[in-house]
């Protein structure tokens, strides 16, 4: 993937497409959407809902009002606009995880007394 | 440095005025960052993580429950960004209950940071492979196999991978010997390497591996106070 080389015109720098063609924000408007129906099936007062509801409402107003992704891509500040869309699609896959895991239960087992002691 | 210093009068370097130890300065920021990244992820997992730590060298460290791996290192990855398993390691401490602890050092390449996970197990408990998680891991828990005996679930294909082919027992164990249960050597009768027992020779066969200076002496446990049993009643003298 090239990412220091520039491209003549429009392009976007990884792929080749076309940078402002809508498939980019009409594919990150649905990822955010699935993320916020599955965190729907955890508690609500589960720190993972809690702080990824906070993080993927940011990103979803941002996308809602930013049309241009070249600005979008600036004001998430979070690598290119392919990068954006995995990182949601990782962050969907990770909810349906963690929806059968659930993570925000109590400590499992305590560890023995000296487990974690060092020096021995 | 170098020639053109002027403020020292034309004193060459070498000739030391002030001696002041070179020692790494602290990043205080960096360490309340990891402090707070820490916490963050202990409030996001508290079914698997029974502590969390950062190292006066600004580590940060996951102390985990065993059946904690794939969550954590899902979430590790998907979730916070990483994306690379660096290090896949195994620590043996025989006196402790769960002797082994598996090491886990991933690394984020976007935020440029470290984590350390570690578990534990004990000789025959497996535990789940993190092949499912990080393709790297495939190798690193075939070694971990070899060298401690720790078993891997669901790993994909878990045999030896750096001992001979033939070889038995675990060598990063602590009770396996430095020089091993057996030598090989070329037998000219058969035309071929024999493994053998190991024969050492009077000199090498003294294993005293303590030192003799004491290892951590700000780590000194407390002496035990001493109880005072209650005795039998005294008989009045008469």
């Known amino acids: 993937m090239c990412f220091f080389v520039s491209f003549p015109g429009n392009f976007s720098e990884t792929d080749g497409l076309d940078m402002n063609s809508p498939h980019f924000l009409e ?68 909810a349906r995880k963690m929806v059968q895991w659930k993570p925000w239960e109590p400590l499992v087992e305590e560890p023995p007394s000296d487990q974690w002691r060092w020096p021995i | 440095m170098g020639r053109s210093g002027g403020r020292d009068g034309g004193c060459p370097w070498w000739v030391c005025r002030e001696l002041v130890a070179t020692v790494r300065p602290k990043n205080e920021v960096e360490q309340k960052q990891l402090c707070v990244f820490g916490e963050y992820v202990a409030e996001i997992l508290p079914k698997y993580i029974q502590q969390a730590q950062v190292t006066c060298f600004n580590e940060l460290e996951l102390l985990i429950h065993p059946d904690g791996i794939i969550p954590v290192l899902t979430f590790l990855r998907d979730h916070t960004n990483f994306k690379s398993l ?3 390691t195994a620590v043996d401490v025989p006196s402790r209950q769960y002797r082994f602890e598996i090491v886990y050092n991933l690394l984020s390449l976007r935020f440029n940071s470290r984590i350390r996970v570690k578990t534990y197990t004990d000789e025959l408990t497996p535990i789940d492979s993190a092949v499912s998680v990080h393709k790297a891991a495939n190798w690193y828990e075939r070694e971990v196999w070899d060298m401690y005996g720790v078993f891997f679930a669901n790993h994909p294909d878990l045999r030896r991978i750096l001992t001979d082919y033939g070889f038995e027992g675990h060598p990063f164990r602590k009770d396996f010997p430095l020089s091993g249960y057996v030598e090989v050597r070329y037998d000219d009768e058969v035309k071929r390497v024999v493994a053998e ?15 003799p200076w004491e290892a951590f002496p700000a780590y000194r446990a407390a002496p035990e106070p001493l109880k005072i049993e209650a005795g039998a009643k005294k008989e009045d003298a008469k």
């Open chain 2, 86 to 88: 660096a290090d896949l």
């Open chain 1, 27 to 94: 594919r990150l408007r649905i990822l955010y959407t699935k993320i916020l129906g599955v965190l729907q099936n955890i508690p609500k007062d589960a720190a993972y809902r809690k702080y990824t509801e906070q993080i993927v409402n940011q990103r979803f107003n941002l996308v809602q009002t930013e049309t241009d992704v070249q600005k979008l891509q600036d004001k998430l500040n979070s690598g290119h606009i392919e990068e954006v869309i995995v990182q949601a699609e990782n962050e969907l896959s990770l």
């Open chain 2, 197 to 211: 027992p190991v024969e050492l020779s009077q000199e090498f066969r003294k294993f005293d591996l303590n030192s």
